[in-house]
């Protein structure tokens, strides 16, 4: 099943004039219980506290931000203290890395790729969690290093992948007529 929710993040549209290598995508699956996961779990922790500093910083330069990036800072505070929720639970952590290229569109394949990985871990009966802070990592020297990712070459996006505990609930969003507008 994993390798089903692979080939279907493999197969996501991507910028073809952008990338120089067949290659241009990978993924590393790193299992819940594994050395590596145990140090990348720490490397996430360290990078969200110095990301917590870093927009503490420019939240109190700009107050104008501070509406808008409060809800973040409380999260990157957390992960820093606490680790990242879920990350030693799942039974697996993917790593998805996307060739950088000109022009440079590679975040919007790896969104077109994880929405792919997504969809098919769903209709599997799989459960599936963005890690959006792995995003933060490309040009971390030791996270590639443990990857086997070129620093900095590639542009990186992961998720949890694993069956759920708890199937959740759809999230509320608006009415269809509240957020379309039509013109003639």
């Known amino acids: 099943m994993i390798e089903k929710v692979i080939q279907?993040?493999?197969?996501?549209?991507?910028?073809?004039?952008?990338v120089s290598r067949e290659d241009f995508r990978r993924f590393v699956v790193i299992p819940r219980e594994s050395e590596s996961l145990a140090q990348i779990a720490t490397l996430l922790k360290c990078r969200a506290g110095t990301l917590y500093v870093q927009l503490a910083e420019q939240l109190n330069r700009n107050a104008s931000l501070k509406s808008r990036g409060e809800a973040y800072l409380?999260?990157?505070?957390?992960?820093?203290?606490?680790?990242v929720p879920n990350l030693g639970k799942a039974p697996?952590?993917?790593?998805?890395?996307?060739?950088?290229?000109i022009p440079s569109v590679e975040?919007?394949?790896?969104?077109?790729c994880l929405q792919n990985m997504w969809l098919k871990?769903?209709?599997?009966g799989l459960g599936f969690q963005l890690l959006?802070?792995?995003?933060?990592?490309?040009?971390?020297k030791e996270f590639c290093g443990l990857i086997g990712i070129p620093v900095g070459e590639f542009a990186l996006d992961g998720c949890l992948l694993g069956y759920p505990e708890v199937v959740p609930q759809p999230p509320k969003r608006p009415r269809i007529d509240e957020v379309t507008k039509w013109l003639s």
């Open 8 to 18: 279907a993040g493999l197969l996501a549209p991507y910028s073809g004039i952008g």
């Open 74 to 83: 409380i999260r990157l505070k957390f992960i820093s203290q606490q680790g």
């Open 92 to 101: 697996y952590y993917i790593v998805v890395a996307e060739q950088r290229g």
């Open 107 to 112: 975040q919007l394949s790896l969104a077109h």
């Open 121 to 124: 871990a769903v209709a599997l």
């Open 132 to 140: 959006s802070i792995t995003e933060q990592m490309a040009n971390d």
